[in-house]
């Protein structure tokens, strides 16, 4: 039986096709979530201890976990999987702080300028998941960018976990320990990102101060959370299940194709894993390595669901020329391209959160050590927004600075464009710097 279903798109017209995605109904969870935002509003510390308690099954011993937890953490982490944080952390600074943006002054007249400054927000809130799966490379890819942007203040959330005596996972933990964070909240879903948003007064002392932005990824309820909170706090995106898109042609190595779209599959039972190529014969090698390699996973069975569901398919087109017109029309979250002259391809895709480019680039490097990120944008947002970066955390500020005879060259300009737009008191802001000469 196979894995996937098969959508055959040959001899039509794919500008015009539709490849399902996973849905997520996140207005109807906006609904849901309003009320626990509201408590944790009103009542702060109380209400997001009593949230965990009663959606993660254990009720954390202190909302602000102690830096003693944090370092002890560290300590005891397995130096192997420290080692590997160390490189994850070496390599995502290194291309993080290629983005960097200086600041620059452009001369509009003699006496005129506008220069361009890029400041820090000045205290962020990171989103750490909990649940299925441990996520230290996500502490990685949200606290590493918001450093080199100059960030000042970082709070960190992430779920109490019960086997963990109401702590987040300690991995987690050890990965802030390790990238110098001291301010840990044990707090999960759309209670964590209210507790940042609105701050709260701590019963041991002292407080988690709001926050101007919120990123990281979750869950629907922190996606509707953070929707419903978007204008006090900023948010990087709404994210949504995780999605793969490969395009591959007959030459691809469909061991490695199999694996690459179970390696998403293993996320969640909505994650999207789909293959687009011109070859039916790779489709049936593809669907024969699935199966050996399912029953081969720890997740068989949640993959095996993500697979077998309407958001998972193997596409069937007439040319790699329409999986590229495809590709851009769903906008991937993660599109690894697996064709001849694969880098070639890559340069024609505008849609996709991050392209990953030939046979030795596979997802899971991105989603740990690769130096890219790997938050990035769903749902078809890639149209329109790119993964979380250094600038995610810079704002563009600007300074006009123009002297009283560059201001004078350029009143009659100002005077008559406030006269078309009838605001009159706009020219008159001019005018009256000049009222002397009159």
């Not at 995605?21 to 109807?28: E, F």
């Not at 203040?153 to 390790?178: E, M, N, R």
């Not at 690459?260 to 390595?289: F, G, K, M, N």
């Amino acid at each position: 039986m196979s894995s996937m279903r098969l959508l055959d798109l040959r001899g039509t017209d794919v500008s015009t096709a539709h490849v399902p995605r996973p849905t997520m109904d996140v207005a109807t969870a906006v609904d849901t979530v309003r009320p626990i935002v509201a408590d944790v509003a009103t009542r702060g510390e109380s209400a997001v201890l009593e949230a965990g308690e009663r959606f993660d099954g254990v009720r954390a011993p202190s909302l602000r976990v102690p830096v003693e937890v944090i370092q002890e953490a560290l300590v005891a982490l397995d130096p192997q999987v420290r080692a590997a944080l160390e490189a994850a952390v070496e390599r995502v600074r290194l291309v993080h702080a290629a983005q960097l943006r200086t600041e620059s002054t452009v001369e509009v007249t003699p006496g005129g300028s506008v220069t361009q400054r890029w400041l820090p927000v000045d205290r962020v809130g990171l989103y750490v998941p909990g649940g299925r799966a441990v996520y230290p490379s996500s502490v990685v890819m949200n606290v590493v960018p918001a450093q080199l942007a100059g960030v000042g203040s970082i709070a960190v959330t992430s779920p109490p976990q019960a086997d963990f005596g109401g702590w987040p996972h300690p991995t987690v933990l050890a990965a802030c320990a390790l990238l110098g964070v001291d301010e840990v909240y044990a707090a999960g879903g759309a209670q964590a990102v209210a507790l940042l948003a609105y701050g709260a007064e701590l019963s041991g002392g002292g407080r988690c101060a709001p926050v101007s932005m919120v990123t990281g990824p979750g869950n629907i309820w922190v996606t509707a959370a953070k929707r419903l909170l978007m204008g006090r706090i900023g948010i990087d995106s709404e994210a949504g299940p995780t999605e793969i898109m490969v395009i591959a042609d007959e030459a691809a190595d469909p061991a490695q194709v199999a694996a690459d779209l179970i390696s998403q599959a293993e996320h969640d039972v909505v994650a999207a894993s789909i293959l687009v190529t011109d070859s039916a014969d790779l489709i049936s090698r593809v669907e024969e390595e699935l199966v050996g390699q399912i029953a081969l996973t720890k997740h068989s069975e949640r993959i095996s669901q993500a697979l077998a569901g309407e958001q998972s398919a193997a596409v069937l087109v007439d040319s790699i020329d329409d999986a590229v017109v495809l590709a851009n029309m769903y906008g991937a979250e993660h599109l690894e391209i697996q064709t001849a002259a694969a880098a070639d391809r890559a340069r024609q895709i505008r849609n996709a959160g991050a392209i990953f480019v030939g046979a030795y680039s596979p997802v899971s490097l991105g989603d740990y050590a690769a130096g890219s990120n790997h938050v990035l944008p769903t749902g078809g947002c890639a149209c329109h927004s790119g993964g979380l970066s250094v600038q995610t955390f810079l704002r563009g500020v600007q300074l006009i600075e123009y002297s009283r005879a560059a201001l004078a060259e350029i009143a009659p300009v100002v005077l008559t464009l406030a006269d078309a737009e009838d605001l009159p008191a706009h020219g008159a802001a001019i005018a009256v710097r000049f009222d002397d000469e009159q």
